[in-house]
C-alpha cells in the first residue's frame, strides 16, 4: 500500500479501534483509499498509520432477498471508514503503553463521530465460550493509574459523566448488526451484549443459541492495567463482585479509551472477543498466549465480518443521528468551561484542548 495517498481531506465520521486479532481490514471487500501515516498531536504519535478505505457492501443473494431477518433496508452505496491498530501496526505497545490520547485526539481531528472498537477478552462466566462475541454496556476500572486518562489536567479541570461508559445507541446498531444471522460463524457461536467488562487485560464474553448465534446487550467488563493475565485469586474476585449485572469478561484495553471518547465529545461502542475463561475455570491451569492465540484467527475472521455488517448498519437511512452522535456535542464543553475560572486556566493547556476541540470550545466561559 505504498503508493496509495498520505492524505485524506474530507471528514470521515465512522472509525475502527482494532485490537489483538484484528490489525487490519483486508481487501475485498475494503478498498484502500488512503494510508495516513502517524501524525503528531499534543498527546504524542498515534499507535499506527489510519487506513481510509471504502465498504460496499455485496448484492443481495437468492437466499437473503426471502429471508425475513436480513437486513433490507440496507443501503448498496459505498461507506468510508478509518481503521486504526490499538497495539501498533507489528502489536508492539503493551495495553499500558498504548498512546490512547493521541489515538483518540488523531481520529477527533479526522472528523471522526462514532468509533467501534474490538477487543480480545476473557470470560468470567460459564455461558460465554471461547470465540463469542459480546457487545459492552459497562465497565469496572481496575486499572492502577499508570496509564494516562484523561484530556482535563494541567490547569484544565473537567469532570464529564461516565455512567454509561460505552454509547448506547450505537451499541444497539452493532448489537443488531453483528447479532444477525450468517454474520458470525462457527459452531455454536454466541453473541451476547449489555453488560459489564472489568478492564484488565484482553478478555470478553459471549452467549449462545442452539439454533443460532445471538449478541447479548448487558455485559459488563472489567479492565486490568495487564500485561500481566490475572492470578487465580484475583479472577475468582472479579467474578464474585455484587455488581448489576454480573462482571462478564475481563480486559486490559477498554479504560481508557472509553474514558477518552467520553471527553472527546465522541461516540464509543466496544465489541469483546472472547478467547479464555481468564484463570478461574476448572478445565484450565490459568489463561496462556498460547490457549489465547488457539482461538485468536477464528475471532479475527468473525470481526472482519462483524465490521462489514456494522459499516452496512449505520449506512442505513436514518442511522445519521447515530453516526454524527450529535447528542454529545459540547457536553465535555459544559463540563470544563462550568467549573473552571478562566484566571485560573493553563495555557499550555487551552492550547491543546484547543487543538482537539477548536477555537469556540475554548471562548468563552
Known amino acids: 500500500m505504498a503508493d496509495l495517498p498520505t492524505t485524506y481531506a474530507d471528514p470521515v465520521p465512522i472509525?475502527?479501534?482494532?485490537?489483538?486479532?484484528?490489525?487490519?481490514?483486508?481487501?475485498?471487500?475494503?478498498?484502500?483509499?488512503a494510508l495516513l501515516p502517524p501524525t503528531p498531536t499534543p498527546w504524542g504519535l498515534p499507535s499506527s498509520p489510519i487506513s481510509i478505505l471504502s465498504y460496499t457492501p455485496p448484492p443481495p443473494t437468492n437466499a437473503t432477498a426471502h429471508d425475513p431477518t436480513a437486513n433490507s433496508s440496507q443501503s448498496s452505496k459505498s461507506t468510508i471508514v478509518a481503521f486504526l491498530a490499538r497495539h501498533g501496526s507489528h502489536h508492539q505497545y503493551a495495553p499500558h503503553e498504548i498512546p490512547n490520547r493521541a489515538?483518540?485526539?488523531?481520529?477527533?481531528?479526522?472528523?471522526?463521530?462514532?468509533?467501534?472498537?474490538?477487543?480480545?477478552?476473557?470470560?468470567?462466566?460459564?455461558?460465554?465460550?471461547?470465540?463469542?462475541?459480546?457487545?459492552?454496556?459497562?465497565?469496572?476500572?481496575?486499572?492502577?493509574?499508570?496509564?494516562?486518562?484523561?484530556?482535563?489536567?494541567?490547569?484544565?479541570?473537567?469532570?464529564?459523566?461516565?455512567?454509561d461508559p460505552f454509547d448506547i445507541p450505537l451499541s444497539n446498531a452493532v448489537y443488531r448488526a453483528i447479532n444477525r444471522p450468517g454474520v458470525l460463524e462457527g459452531e455454536g457461536m454466541g453473541v451476547h451484549g449489555a453488560g459489564t467488562v472489568i478492564c484488565i487485560g484482553m478478555l470478553y464474553y459471549a452467549f449462545e443459541d442452539v439454533e443460532w448465534r445471538y449478541v447479548m446487550l448487558t455485559v459488563l467488563a472489567c479492565t486490568i492495567e495487564g500485561p500481566q493475565f490475572s492470578t487465580r485469586s484475583e479472577s475468582l474476585l472479579y467474578r464474585s463482585l455484587p455488581t448489576n449485572p454480573p462482571i462478564s469478561c475481563i480486559n486490559m484495553s477498554a479504560v481508557p479509551e472509553c474514558k477518552l471518547f467520553r471527553e472527546a465529545e465522541i461516540a464509543y461502542a466496544l465489541i469483546c472477543m472472547s478467547t479464555d475463561y481468564d484463570s478461574w475455570h476448572s478445565v484450565n491451569e490459568g489463561v496462556s498466549v498460547e490457549?489465547?492465540?488457539?482461538?485468536?484467527?477464528?475471532?479475527?475472521?468473525?470481526?472482519?465480518?462483524?465490521?462489514?455488517?456494522?459499516?452496512?448498519?449505520?449506512?442505513?437511512?436514518?442511522?445519521?443521528?447515530?453516526?454524527?452522535a450529535r447528542r454529545w456535542a459540547g457536553a465535555s464543553r459544559g463540563a470544563v468551561m462550568g467549573l473552571h475560572k478562566r484566571d485560573g486556566r493553563g495555557e499550555e493547556a487551552v492550547g491543546r484542548l484547543r487543538w482537539l476541540f477548536g477555537e469556540e470550545w475554548v471562548k468563552g466561559g
Open 291 to 324: 490457549m489465547v492465540m488457539g482461538h485468536m484467527v477464528a475471532n479475527g475472521a468473525n470481526a472482519k465480518r462483524a465490521v462489514a455488517a456494522v459499516l452496512e448498519e449505520l449506512s442505513q437511512e436514518g442511522s445519521e443521528e447515530v453516526v454524527e
Open 15 to 33: 472509525a475502527i479501534i482494532g485490537g489483538t486479532g484484528l490489525s487490519s481490514l483486508p481487501h475485498p471487500p475494503f478498498t484502500p483509499i
Open 103 to 163: 489515538n483518540v485526539a488523531a481520529l477527533k481531528k479526522l472528523g471522526v463521530r462514532c468509533v467501534v472498537g474490538f477487543s480480545a477478552v476473557g470470560s468470567l462466566r460459564e455461558e460465554v465460550k471461547p470465540r463469542d462475541f459480546v457487545v459492552a454496556g459497562g465497565v469496572v476500572d481496575w486499572t492502577k493509574g499508570v496509564r494516562p486518562w484523561t484530556f482535563f489536567e494541567a490547569g484544565m479541570v473537567g469532570h464529564v459523566s461516565m455512567a
